[in-house]
């Protein structure tokens, strides 16, 4: 990579995310962190606003922006490719969303590089979702996003029915079946559901706010996992 396009991406990352460390950097760009530290320093030599130090870490000032972005042929097939996924496996709402972005995007490319992205030989099957899982996976993702508690009829897998209200965390799609990432009231413990298992669900006017062992990071900790980026 040019040194003029890793300036160029380092900026985008930096400001794609509230604070960077030089290890993130370093990762995503496949350089030293001392190189990360020395194209940060050159940058804000030429009047890039870029706060934080070494060792804690980076975000760009307020103000600063860039002119539209051209993307490669290849970056632009990488999009139709993700885009073809969430038409197959998003709820419907989501899906549009996406499909509706990567319209504006490819609107702005060179005819020749958008024919050449579109011709992307990655394809995802039909909607493989049905009409009732996809809708709830709607229902309880824009719980989670909004704060909201939600109303579970839950069956498990050994038929055991029951009525949950839940604090949504996250959706969270493990390749064959979607989950919800929730605080269980009933349960008073932090629990994972299929959305396949939910037979009914309710979005309730009472929202909630961040508390001491459940928040999403205490559902990843606790999953062994983390959101990606971090």
Not at 21 to 35: F, N
Not at 57 to 69: A, I, S, V
Not at 91 to 117: F, N, Y
Request: with cysteine; aromatic share 8%; glycine share 8%.
């Amino acid at each position: 990579m040019r040194r003029a396009d890793r300036l160029f991406q380092l900026v985008q990352l930096i400001r794609g995310r509230r604070l960077s460390t030089a290890a993130y950097l370093a990762q995503r760009l496949e350089v030293s962190e001392r190189t990360v530290y020395r194209d940060v320093a050159d940058l804000m030599r030429q009047g890039v606003p870029i706060e934080g130090e070494a060792g804690v870490g980076y975000r760009l000032g307020r103000g600063f922006d860039l002119p539209p972005l051209m993307f490669s042929t290849q970056e632009a097939s990488a999009l139709i490719a993700a885009t073809r996924m969430a038409q197959a496996w998003l709820d419907p709402a989501q899906a549009r969303d996406t499909e509706a972005a990567l319209g504006k995007i490819l609107s702005v490319l060179p005819a020749s590089t958008r024919a050449a992205a579109e011709a992307t030989r990655v394809y995802a099957p039909p909607m493989l979702l049905n009409e009732a899982i996809a809708w709830r996976l709607q229902q309880l993702r824009e719980a989670a996003q909004t704060r909201h508690k939600a109303k579970l009829h839950y069956t498990s897998l050994e038929g055991k029915q029951s009525v949950r209200v839940v604090r949504p965390l996250g959706c969270f799609y493990w390749g064959s079946v979607w989950t919800l990432g929730a605080w269980c009231e009933k349960r008073q413990a932090l629990r994972s559901f299929r959305i396949d298992l939910v037979t009914d669900c309710e979005r309730l006017g009472e929202g909630f706010v961040d508390e001491a062992g459940k928040t999403l990071p205490d559902f990843l900790r606790a999953a062994g996992a983390r959101l990606p980026g971090n």
